[in-house]
């Protein structure tokens, strides 16, 4: 069935500038919620939708509107755009501000509508700096335009949108950590309670969300809530921005529904494993979720079949892997990734990474034994559910996944005292 694509300009068209993004229908769904529909009905149709976030952990996009307090009260109330993405293996959000900026500006505007907000902040990753120059570019387009500032779109209310520059770390992805670091401090997660609904952005109550998100909200109020539902699954709906690397032909970003199986993405989307080789193993969505198996390849990219299939979507960054590579050399690869990223605020995570990337070199020398696969075990098992936020509970999931999925090659690297695989890549 051919997908209806919303969220990128087909190939080939260029819609960054505000007259070409208009010419594609663009502003007609801030302008429909702005004058005819009430920030609840706003709220309400999200909720109908079935939108969840993007940015990771999936949770009710709708429902954490309603988290925000009434229009009215003491304090500013914030949006916090989450466009740091830096997990390795995601690189989607960088495609929507690169090529629809004017996509991101709509859909906040309509969440500014929704939950009252005075302002956004939109925190890009640092190094997209072509991103950040045309996000930049559509905003003072859209404000030239009286789309933003004060009675923007024609209304009585100030709305307007600031980009900033992240600090480059990966820990300022995380949503506490992104709010201190725009506000000017070191980039560390902050504990909840209180929330940032109730204590975000300089103490004012503060929606999160991720870029890819927000971008979603616009063909929501366009289409309605059902035409959404009727993408995808019933509890995973609409398209997503899945974004492909490693062993394949075609990497890259493809827009598609949610539900789509994993074996369309990597054969047909991306042009299915290099030089002919066969495939090993699957990252599903960023480094942080449980590896996947070749044999499970026929699993559908949506929340709840990747549960069962014992991992999660994550960002929905795919990573194919093809059998000349190591999965113990792989592993410390992202592990060592954690142990730099750690920010060190909780003594399970600062000593854990540091912990599971010793004993995965170890293992991969040829110095380790098979008790050191059961610490490995253990020491996740320790980093889970214990801390300030995710970031230890993901270094646990991937290193813990590895050796569960291909325990063999593990215990192979014990027997032999060394990597059967001398000629995959170097850790
Ligand atoms: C270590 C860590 C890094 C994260 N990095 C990002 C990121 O780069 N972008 C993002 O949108 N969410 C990231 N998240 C998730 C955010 O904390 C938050 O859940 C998300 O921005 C909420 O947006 P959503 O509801 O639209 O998905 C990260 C979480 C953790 C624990
Ligand atoms: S879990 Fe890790 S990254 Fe998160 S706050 Fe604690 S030490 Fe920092």
């Known amino acids: ?6 969220l990128l300009p087909p190939d080939g ?5 505000l007259d070409a993004y208009r010419r594609a229908g663009g502003y007609e769904a801030a302008q429909r919620a702005l004058q005819g529909l009430a920030p609840e009905a706003v709220i309400e149709e999200v909720k109908a939708s079935g939108l969840r976030g993007r940015g990771g952990a999936g949770f009710s996009t709708g429902q954490k509107w309603s988290f925000m307090p009434k229009p009215g009260g003491p ?7 989450n466009g740091d993405e830096s997990e390795p293996g995601t690189f989607k959000d960088r495609q929507i501000v690169e090529r629809n900026p004017h996509l991101l500006v709509e859909g906040l505007i309509i969440t500014a509508h929704a939950i009252g907000a005075r302002a956004a902040y939109v925190y890009l990753r640092g190094e997209y700096v072509t991103g950040f120059r045309t996000l930049v570019t559509a905003v003072d387009e859209a404000r030239a335009a009286g789309l933003l500032g004060s009675r923007h779109c024609g209304i009585e209310r100030e709305f307007d949108v600031h980009v900033m520059r992240g600090a480059g770390a990966y820990i300022c992805g995380e949503e506490t950590g992104m709010i201190e670091s725009a506000e000017g401090k070191k980039g560390q997660p902050r504990k909840r309670p209180p929330f940032p609904a109730v204590y975000g952005l300089w103490g004012c109550p503060t929606t999160v969300n991720n870029v890819e998100t927000i971008s979603q909200v616009p063909a929501i109020i366009r289409k309605g809530a059902a035409w959404f539902k009727s993408i995808g699954t019933p509890t995973s709906t609409g398209n997503t921005l899945y974004g492909i690397s490693g062993h394949v032909n075609r990497p890259g970003v493809y827009e598609l529904p949610l539900g789509t199986p994993l074996r369309e993405i990597i054969e047909v989307h991306a042009g299915g494993v290099r030089n002919g080789k066969r495939l090993k193993a699957i990252i599903p969505g960023g480094v942080s979720m449980p590896v996947l198996s070749a044999e499970q390849v026929d699993v559908r990219m949506d929340h709840e079949s990747l549960k069962q299939a014992g991992t999660l979507l994550g960002t929905g960054g795919i990573v194919v892997i093809d059998e000349t ?7 410390i690869v992202i592990a060592r990734f954690f142990r730099h990223e750690s920010c060190g605020q909780c003594t399970q995570c600062r000593e854990g990474t540091a912990w599971l990337y010793k004993l995965l070199r170890r293992i991969e020398s040829g110095q380790g034994s098979l008790a050191d696969l059961e610490t490995i075990d253990q020491v996740g098992g320790y980093m889970e559910g214990q801390t300030i936020c995710a970031l230890s509970d993901a270094a646990a999931w991937a290193a813990t996944g590895f050796l569960r999925r291909f325990r063999s090659e593990f215990e192979a690297h014990v027997h032999g005292k060394g990597c059967p695989l ?3 890549f170097e850790p």
């Open 1 to 6: 069935m051919a997908v209806e694509r919303y």
């Open 422 to 424: 001398p000629e995959s």
């Open 13 to 17: 068209a260029d819609w960054r500038s």
């Open 325 to 331: 590579a190591c999965m113990v050399r792989a592993a």
């Open 75 to 81: 304090k500013p109330t914030f949006i916090a755009c």
